[in-house]
């Protein structure tokens, strides 16, 4: 199993900026790809970013792209989401979650960290 603890979410305002964070345990060796996927109230949860666990591949939903940028510290076997120029409809709970394969889904989630943007 993959352990995921997310952190760094707030209250900021728009145009600011977050670095969330994403740290794995336990079978990290198994990890593929890592993503960011958020949800707010009343939709459907959607996908943000993700990256290659090994190569460091990355893609974007386009709503964030040219102002969120996916990386990972191996390492620290942490992945990180910083976020610049957040809009009021960046609001939502940050999940990050994890795929074991490159044709599997994600099985692996964290508990979320909170990222509130006012206008």
């Given at each position: 199993q993959v352990q995921l603890?997310?952190?760094g979410g707030g209250l900021v305002q728009a145009g600011d900026s977050l670095r969330l964070s994403?740290?794995?345990?336990g079978r990290t060796w198994t990890i593929y790809v890592v993503g960011w996927f958020r949800?707010?109230?009343g939709k459907e949860r959607e996908f943000v970013a993700a990256i290659n666990w090994s190569g460091g591949g990355t893609n974007y939903a386009d709503s964030v792209?040219?102002?969120?940028?996916?990386s990972r510290d191996n390492a620290k076997n942490t992945v990180y989401l910083q976020t610049s120029s957040l809009?009021?409809?960046?609001?939502?709970?940050y999940f990050c979650a994890v795929r074991r394969g490159?044709?599997?889904?994600?099985?692996?989630?964290?508990?979320?960290?909170?990222?509130?943007?006012?206008?």
């Open positions: 603890v997310e952190s994403c740290a794995a345990s949800q707010s109230p792209k040219g102002r969120f940028t996916i809009k009021p409809e960046d609001t939502a709970v490159m044709y599997t889904s994600y099985e692996y989630w964290g508990q979320g960290t909170q990222v509130t943007v006012s206008s």
